[in-house]
């Protein structure tokens, strides 16, 4: 009878699951989606706690109390700019715990048949491997995302030569560790994680930093099929159920984010994607002219003048905070009778749906908020595209420049606006360290300062 209410309860965490799944793929269910999320990792665990031995509750309440404790105040203290190696360094515990379920599973009691050791001996393997991969994957990414590793790519010559020969190496460890008797294939599967740990190191550490966002979203689908290993090697239906939603969820998402990015999926895979870079740009065809600049007063009238306006939000409006003040003088242009548009790029910002959740948690209404390919051909019927804190994602030497490192990668035209300002601390370039041609157009003006102080003033101009 346990039994089988215990299945019955992974049955309906599954389901919830996958309303989760299905919730957060639009921003009005998303606040649905994660609390069927919850409620469903709630039935999980109850019905994981009810098919243990009762003796070890104490332990489980134990660990439980203080993973939560830690976790509710990592969640409550993070900032929105700060959630991408959040999110990165989360994947990374979920690898070292498939590394360590899989060591502890082989060296551990076993009553598997011996007709049946061999698969299970490889289920360890590429559990420990995955999960190794995504560990040290995921914090070069978090230190990456943190900036305490520099965002160019680290590029050793030969290096997919490399790549392959530590591929195949754990190939060969892994046949070495299936034949191994007992305890004696220690050394092999040691030996795997840390070869595949060094390939995890060697794949992030080749990504340039534009593409980072991409790399959130596949170490998301490594670190759901490092889950779905564990579940295999702990013989538990809905970790595997789990974990295969998460990874394929993030494979989804991952080609989602390359076609956003121009890159291909298979490059992804295989790591160190899109760092390759075009050729050299010819002599004097950087970026050049002169930069017509505007002040927050100027901007409140240009925008209150408009008929038509599209706000694209950048990492800098993150960096910034500046999503509040942002609302309001949306707010007041709404009220005096401009329509006002969203554009979200794909990858703007430092994590798949970043711009999203900041706007949201702004109550900025869903309905005017649009993807790239929503509204790019609405450019030429605005007045003004005004752009705030983004770079990359609005940069036109991606369809004018074939030798450009972002070459071919899908940008939000706002050039073909009327009018477009340009919110920006300086002349920087952007995450990708390309020059951007935008900011020397003749319809363009620059807008500089910090994002939330302009914002402050142009608020205050318009109420004013």
Not at 42 to 61: H, K
Not at 107 to 133: A, D, K, R, T, Y
Request: proline share 5%; charged share 10%; aromatic share 6%.
């Amino acid at each position: 009878m346990t039994q089988s209410l215990i299945t019955i309860a992974y049955i309906a965490a599954s389901a919830l699951f996958i309303l989760s799944l299905g919730g957060l793929s639009r921003q009005e269910t998303a606040r649905r989606g994660n609390w069927y999320g919850i409620i469903g990792m709630l039935i999980a665990l109850a019905a994981t706690a009810a098919a243990m031995d009762p003796s070890g509750w104490p332990i489980l309440g134990g660990v439980l109390i203080v993973g939560a404790l830690i976790g509710a105040a990592l969640a409550s203290r993070v900032q929105m700019t700060s959630m991408p190696e959040l999110v990165a360094i989360l994947h990374s515990f979920v690898g070292l715990a498939a590394v360590l379920v899989g060591f502890g599973t082989y060296l551990g009691p076993s009553n598997i048949p011996q007709n049946e050791l061999l698969i299970h001996h490889i289920e360890i393997f590429i559990g420990v491997c995955i999960g190794s991969i995504t560990f040290t994957g995921s914090v070069i990414a978090f230190l990456k995302l943190r900036g305490s590793i520099g965002g160019k790519p680290f590029m050793i010559p030969g290096r997919h030569i490399i790549n392959l020969a530590m591929l195949i190496g754990t190939i060969v460890l892994g046949v070495m560790f299936a034949m191994a008797p007992g305890v004696s294939g220690n050394t092999y599967l040691i030996a795997a994680a840390v070869l595949t740990g060094v390939l995890g190191i060697h794949f992030i550490m080749a990504i340039g930093g534009a593409d980072m966002p991409v790399v959130v979203s596949m170490l998301n689908s490594y670190s759901g099929w490092a889950a779905s290993a564990a579940g295999f090697m702990l013989s538990n239906d809905l970790l595997i159920i789990t974990g295969a939603l998460v990874g394929s969820s993030g494979a989804i998402l991952s080609y989602i984010m390359c076609k956003g990015m121009n890159r291909s999926f298979v490059s992804v895979m295989l790591g160190g994607f899109g760092t390759e870079g075009g050729a050299a740009p010819a002599a004097g065809s950087a970026p050049a002219g002169e930069v017509h600049s505007i002040d927050a007063a100027s901007t409140a009238e240009k925008l209150q003048a408009a008929k038509k306006v599209i706000i694209v939000p950048g990492y800098g409006l993150a960096v910034a905070q500046a999503q509040h003040s942002l609302a309001e003088v949306v707010k007041i242009l709404k009220e005096g009778g401009t329509e006002v548009k969203f554009a979200i790029h794909p990858v703007a910002g430092r994590l798949p749906g970043h711009m999203n959740v900041l706007l949201a948690e702004a109550n900025i209404p869903y309905d005017i908020v649009f993807e790239m390919e929503e509204i790019n051909h609405e450019y030429p019927s605005t007045d003004v595209s005004w752009v705030i804190g983004a770079n990359d994602i609005v940069n036109p030497s991606a369809l004018d420049d074939p030798a450009s490192p972002i070459a071919g990668m899908p940008v939000l035209h706002v050039w073909e606006a009327r009018d477009t300002v340009v919110m920006k601390r300086g002349m920087a370039s952007g995450y990708a360290g390309v020059d951007n041609p935008l900011f020397y157009m003749e319809n363009t003006l620059m807008l500089f300062g910090d994002a939330k102080k302009v914002v402050d003033e142009i608020l205050t101009a318009m109420r004013s």
